[in-house]
């Protein structure tokens, strides 16, 4: 699946309203989709939470990996899912709670997650 594939389908998602890839090392968005939140700003954040929980897993000397991150606010659900092939990429997928299935997102960011290319 290609970076344009996998966006299209994580803007399928039932109550998506944005979708990212982003390269975690920078804070660099490599692909989006979607809107309604400052793209930019959100993609900086949230890396720096995907910092954040890294050097917590290597601090706490854990043989682990993130596989991935949710943030449940008030309207929104934030879904933040590192590649397995490359942990420096993750995905972040913004879904609005009302219209959302939680278990259903998380299950085709998974599938899109496992077939993306670069």
Same mark, same amino acid.
């Given at each position: #699946? !290609?970076? &344009? ?5 994580? #803007?399928?998602?039932? $109550? ?6 982003? @390269?975690? @090392?920078? $804070?660099?968005?490599? +692909?989006? +989709? *979607? *809107? ?8 900086? $954040? ?12 290597? %601090? ?8 991935? #991150? ?12 590192? /590649? $397995?092939?490359?942990? !420096?990429?993750?995905?972040? %997928?913004? /879904?609005?709670?009302?219209? +959302? !299935? /939680?278990? #259903?997102?998380?299950?085709?960011? %998974? &599938?899109?997650?496992? !077939?993306?290319?670069?």
């Amino acid at each position: #699946m !290609n970076v &344009e594939d996998a966006m299209k389908k994580l #803007m399928e998602i039932n $109550g998506a309203t944005a979708a990212m890839i982003v @390269d975690s @090392d920078s $804070g660099m968005v490599l +692909a989006q +989709a *979607g *809107g309604g939140i400052n793209l930019d700003l959100a993609a900086a $954040g949230n890396t720096e939470v995907v910092r954040a929980k890294r050097k917590t897993i290597a %601090s706490l000397k854990l043989d682990d990996r993130i596989e991935d #991150m949710l943030i449940t606010l008030g309207k929104q659900f934030h879904i933040l899912r590192p /590649l $397995g092939t490359k942990q !420096n990429i993750f995905i972040y %997928s913004v /879904l609005d709670k009302a219209n +959302a !299935n /939680l278990a #259903m997102a998380r299950l085709v960011i %998974s &599938e899109v997650e496992g !077939n993306i290319k670069f």
